[in-house]
């Protein structure tokens, strides 16, 4: 059973860039969601995808935006870069059918930006 | 608003001494409760969890209790061991939804 990968495991950018991350969920598993941790605290939910379609959204503007693919693998797309972009974004995946409310992370991509 | 309120770190023990590690939360109507444990250079991964009031949670010696009079979800582990240290996060997930609430996290290192 293949777990969550995440990539780039680090990247650096600059204000104003855009940047992309990528996450491959578990086998078998139909649902993606994007978390943000800020050094030091937890992690604040960005979204979530469930059959391509964002189905709930945490307090993030809209220049953080995502997708869903139809082998479940997703995207994290940021735009305009702001300095408190800076942290680890973790993706996270599950299965929609079982509802044990787990969800299987991956090792996080820290950006950092400049 | 929904919230997770978690005693701050770092926690340091001696391999053996007995851990609690404070959870406090609040949440309208009835939450799903979950510690979640990082090691370091890993990801998340669930600890263990409860569902309901008074349900006990245990998973490789560490165990928590569901309770609802005092809204908490205290960790406690009787022997911990230098292998137990990293992050652990408690978190709520409210019904219906997958939007899990995080605490702050708490750091443990075991000392040998």
């Known amino acids: 059973e293949t777990g969550v990968t995440q990539s780039p495991t680090h990247l650096i950018k600059t204000r104003g860039q855009q940047v992309t991350l990528r996450c491959s969920s578990q086998?078998?598993?139909?649902?993606v969601s994007w978390y943000q941790q800020a050094l030091g605290q937890g992690p604040q939910f960005i979204f979530q995808y469930y059959r391509e379609e964002e189905n709930g959204r945490g307090n993030f503007p809209p220049r953080f935006s995502g997708l869903q693919f139809p082998n479940y693998s997703s995207e994290l797309n940021v735009n305009a870069l702001e300095l408190d972009d800076s942290a680890l974004y973790l993706c996270?995946?599950?299965?929609?059918?079982?509802?044990?409310?787990?969800?299987?992370f991956g090792e996080g991509s820290r950006l950092t930006v400049l | 608003g929904n919230s997770v309120t978690q005693m701050e770190g770092p926690v340091t023990l001696s391999e053996e001494a007995f851990l609690t590690i404070n959870c406090t939360y609040t949440a309208t109507g009835y939450p799903s409760l979950f510690w979640y444990v990082q090691y370091p250079g890993e990801g998340l991964q669930l600890l263990l969890k409860a569902t309901k009031a008074d349900d006990k949670g245990s998973n490789k010696g560490f165990e928590a209790t569901y309770r609802k009079e005092t809204t908490s979800f205290h960790l406690e582990k009787g022997s911990v061991q230098v292998s137990d240290s990293a992050v652990y996060f408690c978190a709520l997930l409210t019904s219906g939804t997958y939007k899990y609430i995080f605490g702050t996290g708490t750091r443990l290192k075991v000392l040998a």
């Open positions: 086998s078998g598993h139909n649902t």
């Open positions: 996270a995946s599950s299965f929609s059918g079982v509802n044990t409310g787990e969800l299987f």
